[in-house]
T-cell receptor, first 112, second 116 residues
Framework: GQNIDQPTEMTATEGAIVQINCTYQ??????LFWYQQHAGEAPTFLSY????GLEEKGRFSSFLSRSKGYSYLLLKELQMKDSASYLC?????????????FGKGTRLSVIA | NAGVTQTPKFQVLKTGQSMTLQCAQD?????MSWYRQDPGMGLRLIHY???????DQGEVPNGYNVSRSTTEDFPLRLLSAAPSQTSVYFC???????????????FGDGTRLSIL
């Protein structure tokens, strides 16, 4: 089975740094995705981690610890347009009937 | 640059009616999937396909049918609509099986479906 936990909501100030955590329990873990979803829109890809460590992409970074079943998304220099939901998704080995499992998402509000 | 196209964008049905949600992609992607998104529930996988002629069930398949006769198209059929199927439906595609690679999924804009 799969279990993915993310905080439901977070609020941060424009210009600040925010860390969104994701913990998971799965079998046959293969990798972890982060997606961004603005209200009323489709999810869009942000990052992918398969090895332990930090992946940096501009203002966004994503970290993975496979041994701890833990990932975080780090957003720097927050902008108002970063207000969105952030979805953590874990890929399994395809042996089950849900090869890609999404967490419920973290709704981030950026305030002035 | 169409990507993943879903039609219709909005639909209202009466309980018991049937309908097909259309999904087409023009990226020659092997893997396609359907999700539903409900408040507080996140994205839940309904059905997926790893190639033409091959489909499989996801987490919440009951009440839905799919087929994959071509690489491009992956329609989702509601056989007899129920109010519990009121949701936002997203179709997604990726170059290969998500669980074997780092290929991200590309999502359509969604279909907002209300069942009265």
């Amino acid at each position: 089975g799969q279990n993915i936990d993310q905080p439901t909501e977070m609020t941060a100030t424009e210009g600040a740094i925010v860390q969104i955590n994701c913990t998971y329990q799965t079998s046959g873990f293969n990798g972890l995705f982060w997606y961004q979803q603005h209200a009323g829109e489709a999810p869009t890809f942000l990052s992918y981690n398969v090895l332990d460590g930090l992946e940096e992409k501009g203002r966004f970074s994503s970290f993975l610890s496979r041994s701890k079943g833990y990932s975080y998304l780090l957003l720097k220099e927050l902008q108002m347009k970063d207000s969105a939901s952030y979805l953590c998704a874990v890929t399994e080995d395809g042996s089950g009937n849900t090869p890609l499992v999404f967490g419920k998402g973290t709704r981030l509000s950026v305030i002035a | 640059n169409a990507g993943v196209t879903q039609t219709p964008k909005f639909q209202v049905l009466k309980t018991g009616q049937s309908m097909t949600l259309q999904c087409a992609q023009d990226m020659n992607h092997e893997y396609m999937s359907w999700y539903r998104q409900d408040p507080g529930m996140g994205l839940r996988l309904i059905h997926y396909s790893v190639g033409a002629g091959i489909t499989d069930q996801g987490e919440v398949p009951n009440g839905y049918n799919v087929s994959r006769s071509t690489t491009e198209d992956f329609p989702l059929r509601l056989l007899s609509a129920a109010p519990s199927q009121t949701s936002v439906y997203f179709c997604a595609s990726s170059k290969s099986r998500a669980w074997l690679s780092n290929q991200p999924q590309h999502f359509g804009d969604g279909t907002r479906l209300s069942i009265l």
